[in-house]
């Protein structure tokens, strides 16, 4: 069976389950939540606080700046020729770590997070879409500023490029909606979560969007999900030939980073885009990956350092 096919099957019986989908959707887990193992762990619209016992520490070796700006440069002719009117743009950040993955994810009081065979761990403040009751929300988040710059909210707000770029986003993210819900609406536009980020604070602008669902939906979870996917926040506008142009500028397979984990609890479901990840390569060394997303306002060394400042722990 297809990825679509299986995840209808499981939702039409109603049977609990814990999916895990690349960006391409070339590779994705469905577990059944009585067969999990301990080597999968995951937590979804975590409300506790973490008291962090261990001392994590890491340092981080971004890409050269001059690597980056011709790949902005890029992203910026695509732009112009009108291939693209935002592309979220991610690169490679090699890490050390002095803990594992598990610690990573043991000690992060993230919203959602998971951590997979020892292979990646996310912790991430992004939800990709939930259903409950008929109803489908989706939480496009665009848009970041470190919160302790003075009048940080306002000056995020106000800002012409956010504010279109966000946009963008969710009018791209109110069509996906409509393809597989009826009376998509925007029920909260631009509001401002407040994300730990290391050792300092990040105020992020989301908006919240909804639409109504037929009876009896868990029978297309299969439909649902991969008509959604890839995320629209991670990808850009127009989507599909902004995928294209992604996958030729960044020259690295995403993999299983920017693609959605969730579960479906038999009745309902919640998932998370996989952002603020780090990922384990067959030697055992880390890399994160990060970015943000690119109009033809933005401008390359506020992108590159936002790039960085989203590698934290």
Known sequence: MTLKEKLNFYGSLKEPFLFVIDFDMSN????????????????????????????IKFEKYPIDKNIYNQKFI???EHIKNGNSYLLNLTTKTNIKCNSSLKDIYQNSGAKFKLFYKDKFVCFSPERFCKIEKNK??????????????????????EDKKELAE?????????????????????????????????????????????????????????????????????????????VEIIKNIEDDN????????????????????????????????LFYRSGGGITCDSDMTKEYNEMIDKVYI
Request: charge should be neutral; glycine fraction near 6%.
């Open 28 to 55: 994705y887990d469905i577990v059944l939540l009585k067969d999990k193992k301990d080597d999968i762990l995951y937590d979804i619209d975590n409300q506790n606080k973490v008291d962090k016992k261990l001392d």
């Open 74 to 76: 890029k992203v910026q």
């Open 136 to 157: 489908i929300y989706t939480y496009p988040m665009k848009g970041t500023i470190d919160a302790n710059i003075k009048d940080a909210k306002d000056i995020i707000l």
């Open 166 to 242: 966000h946009t963008m986003v969710v009018d791209l993210l109110r069509n996906d909606l409509s393809m597989v819900s009826k009376k998509v609406r925007v029920e909260k536009f631009r509001y401002i979560d407040k994300i730990k980020a290391g050792n300092k604070e990040l105020l992020q602008v989301s908006s919240k969007i909804s639409g109504e669902l037929e009876e009896n939906w868990q029978n297309k979870l299969g439909d649902i999900i991969t008509t959604l996917l890839p995320a629209g926040s991670i990808t850009g506008t127009p989507k599909r030939k902004t």
């Open 254 to 285: 995403r993999e299983y980073f920017t693609g959605v984990f969730g579960v479906f609890d038999g009745e309902n479901l919640d998932s998370s885009v996989m952002i603020r990840f780090i990922q384990k390569d067959n030697d055992g060394n």
